[in-house]
């Protein structure tokens, strides 16, 4: 089963734009994880933020965690055709490490 | 950072067949690994935990009895799709747990004629 909703399902932009993305999930967590995947090619991680922090950076990536409303969201700030791919928020509920994955966002940036 | 191997990268069998693919911690032990499984444009759906000597644990709806898993080793688990149907085409991931965090190997394709 599915824990997280992410949208949109689908993202096109324009090189040097944000894209935003948000994943909402059902039951409380313990952290939560986003990852980037290439069409065909496995997981590439970007930012794990845990249940009492609100926002993380790394480079232009940028996560926040809202745990009132279940949800969180990741920013591509000065987006690249590089960073087209899809993306997906996964949470771990139990502290133990077993991820399930949202539904993911597929973004497009267009050169 | 940790490295998790599978192999093969990808494999194509006949239906009926049985497909073995091999998950590695390669630098840590790992008493605990999962595995996924993607279809084309879905997200990953996770099927099951696998616990170092002992038994797997699965999520609801997937064949424990089609899916064999084995972690014989705090290195390695083994995933067994038994009697393999067309439907079972699919890119199977694993992940194995470092002490605090989470690490995916690149995938596994099968392809199921």
């Known amino acids: 089963s599915q824990q997280g909703e992410e949208d949109p399902q689908a993202l096109s932009i324009q090189e040097g734009e944000n894209a935003t993305m948000n994943c909402s999930y059902k039951t409380s967590i313990n952290n939560l994880q986003w990852y980037r995947q290439n069409s065909g090619r496995g997981l590439v991680h970007l930012i794990l933020i845990r249940s009492n922090e609100r926002e993380k950076h790394s480079g232009r990536l940028r996560v926040t965690l809202d745990t009132s409303k279940k949800s969180s969201s990741l920013l591509i700030t000065a987006s690249r055709a590089a960073d087209t791919a899809s993306y997906f928020c996964?949470?771990?509920?139990?502290?133990?490490?077993?991820?399930?994955f949202g539904t993911g966002t597929r973004l497009k940036v267009l050169a | 950072g940790a490295v998790v191997s599978q192999h093969p990268s990808w494999v194509i069998c006949k239906s009926g067949t049985s497909v073995k693919i091999e998950c590695r911690s390669l630098?840590?032990?790992?008493?605990?690994m999962f595995w996924y499984r993607q279809f084309p444009k879905q997200s990953l759906m996770l099927m099951a935990t696998s616990n170092e000597g002992s038994k797997a644990t699965y999520e609801q709806g997937v064949e424990k009895d089609k899916f064999l898993i084995n972690h014989a080793s705090l290195t390695l688990s083994t995933l067994t799709v038994t009697s393999a149907h067309p439907e079972d085409s699919s890119f199977y991931i694993c992940?194995?747990?470092?002490?605090?965090?989470?690490?995916f190997g690149p995938g596994t394709r099968l392809t199921v004629l």
């Open positions: 996964a949470t771990d509920t139990s502290g133990t490490y077993k991820y399930i």
């Open positions: 992940s194995a747990r470092d002490p605090d965090t989470q690490y």
């Open positions: 630098d840590f032990q790992a008493t605990t």
